[in-house]
């Protein structure tokens, strides 16, 4: 099955700057998903990353404040912008027919 | 639409006990049902999944969890509770394998010696 790295593990950013999280994959899938979890909360679907398209965002969540790449079926890339203090979560990634389905997720903290 | 809802924020029992998390689901087409669990400061875990196959499924560190669809539930279960379990666990549903994810709020269990 495959696994799924995610970097960075953890940053402490200042407030109205952009971070940007990676998530490879080590073999190709289809769908990939970003996961936000807010301190003490459960995971809430950000959006679907689709190779060669727009990702697909669910509702609340809008491509400008979390823009998202795909450039091949092997890896992915969300971006956090202008970020504010309530932006501090942990991110996750996450892919289709992955045994372990998530990478190991990035907390973010913005200060 | 789907949606999972876990029942108790926070349960609690004593080390060698039943340890019984509940989980009901709802789903519109019939779902793919699985449980994580997340240790403090950790990733999640997959501790096992539900897809069509065995109503009744067993997986990691002696948990297991049954699918009843008249009940719409799936209801997590470890016969012997240890201090080791003691986490966040999440129930989640999918319309099909390898599908985004819909989360309950989670439970958090404590063992207690």
């Known amino acids: 099955s495959a696994v799924i790295s995610q970097k960075p593990s953890r940053d402490i950013c200042q407030r109205g700057t952009s971070l940007t999280i990676q998530c490879q994959v080590d073999s190709q899938v289809t769908m990939m998903f970003w996961y936000r979890q807010q301190p003490g909360q459960s995971l809430t679907l950000i959006a679907t990353?689709?190779?060669?398209?727009?990702?697909?965002?669910e509702s609340g969540f809008v491509i400008d404040k979390f823009p998202i790449s795909r450039p091949n079926l092997t890896f992915s890339t969300l971006t956090v912008s202008n970020m504010s203090p309530e932006d501090s979560s942990i991110y996750l990634c996450?892919?289709?027919?992955?045994?372990?389905?998530f990478g190991q997720g990035t907390r973010l903290t913005v200060v | 639409a789907q949606s999972v809802t876990q029942l108790g924020s926070h349960v609690s029992v004593s080390e060698g006990a039943l340890v019984l998390l509940r989980c009901n689901y709802s789903s519109s087409v019939p779902p793919y049902l699985f449980w994580y669990v997340q240790y403090p400061n950790q990733g999640l875990q997959l501790l096992l999944k539900?897809?069509?196959?065995?109503?009744l499924v067993k997986g990691i560190n002696g948990f297991e969890a049954e699918f009843k669809k008249s009940e719409t539930s799936f209801h997590l279960t470890k016969p012997s509770a240890h201090m080791s379990d003691a986490a966040e666990y999440f129930c989640?549903?999918?319309?099909?394998?390898?599908?985004?994810?819909?989360f309950g709020q989670g439970t958090e269990l404590s063992v207690k010696p």
């Open positions: 539900y897809t069509s196959a065995a109503t």
């Open positions: 990353a689709n190779q060669g398209s727009e990702a697909t965002y």
């Open positions: 989640a549903v999918s319309a099909f394998e390898g599908g985004k994810l819909i």
């Open positions: 996450s892919a289709e027919n992955t045994e372990a389905f």
